[in-house]
């Protein structure tokens, strides 16, 4: 079975400093990972995607995540946080060629200081 | 190119009554998911519909069902409403293997 547990439930930083998401999963199969983001009262945004090409995914606003199997790990980072990326972050997965059925982590909620 | 779109966006109803949600998904996309996002359990597949076949489905009572029609609009309902069953609904659409676009959900509340 196919899990993903996100190790912080938030997370606060300061305008200008970086950000570390951090993303465990566990998948008998060969993954496909996803970060989505959630603005307060907003649908979710695909920031980025790994489906076994590059290991490191870069997305968009300046967020990248690395794929490492060894560490069953997709962190999400961005080296400099901005006050418009306050929001609700969700490491997904789901089984490789199969984006109907996503399982979602618990999210993690990233405050940004000015 | 119009995104995914769900209506009604707000929606209140009474504990027994039944509610219909309407999803219409990107042009081109034929698969269709749902999810139910709460406070207490997060976000919780409920289940997907591919040229207008459930293929797969979550672990939810009977009361949720769905369909999806030959255009791939699809509509969930759920039957005699209890109070948990106030959350976010969000619709998903993909095209084969890609990945999954979000509509802006509609929140029901059950009082």
């Known amino acids: 079975a196919q899990s993903v547990t996100q190790l912080d439930s938030h997370v606060s930083v300061s305008e200008g400093t970086p950000v570390l998401l951090r993303c465990n999963y566990s998948?008998?199969?060969?993954?496909?990972l996803f970060w989505y983001v959630q603005h307060p009262n907003k649908g979710l945004q695909l920031l980025l995607k790994?489906?076994?090409?590059?290991?490191l995914v870069k997305g968009i606003n300046g967020f990248e995540a690395e794929f490492k199997k060894s560490e069953t790990s997709f962190h999400l980072t961005k080296p400099s946080a901005h006050m418009s990326d306050a929001a609700e972050y969700f490491c997904?997965?789901?089984?490789?060629?199969?984006?109907?059925?996503?399982?979602f982590g618990k999210g993690t909620k990233l405050s940004v200081k000015p | 190119k119009a995104g995914v779109t769900q209506t009604p966006r707000y929606l209140i109803k009474t504990r027994g009554q039944q509610v219909t949600l309407s999803c219409s998904p990107i042009?081109?996309?034929?698969?269709v998911s749902w999810y139910q996002q709460t406070p207490g359990q997060g976000l919780q597949f409920l289940f997907e519909?591919?040229?207008?076949?459930?293929?797969n489905k979550g672990n939810f009572p009977g009361r949720f069902s769905g369909r999806q029609f030959s255009n791939s609009r699809s509509e969930m309902n759920v039957s005699t409403l209890e109070l948990g069953d106030s959350a976010l609904y969000l619709c998903?659409?993909?095209?084969?293997?890609?990945?999954?676009?979000f509509g802006q959900g509609t929140r029901l509340t059950v009082v």
């Open positions: 042009s081109g996309h034929r698969s």
């Open positions: 997904v997965v789901s089984e490789r060629g199969s984006q109907g059925n996503l399982i």
């Open positions: 998948s008998s199969y060969s993954p496909s």
């Open positions: 519909y591919f040229s207008e076949t459930q293929r």
């Open positions: 998903a659409s993909s095209l084969g293997d890609r990945e999954a676009f």
């Open positions: 790994y489906t076994s090409a590059a290991t």
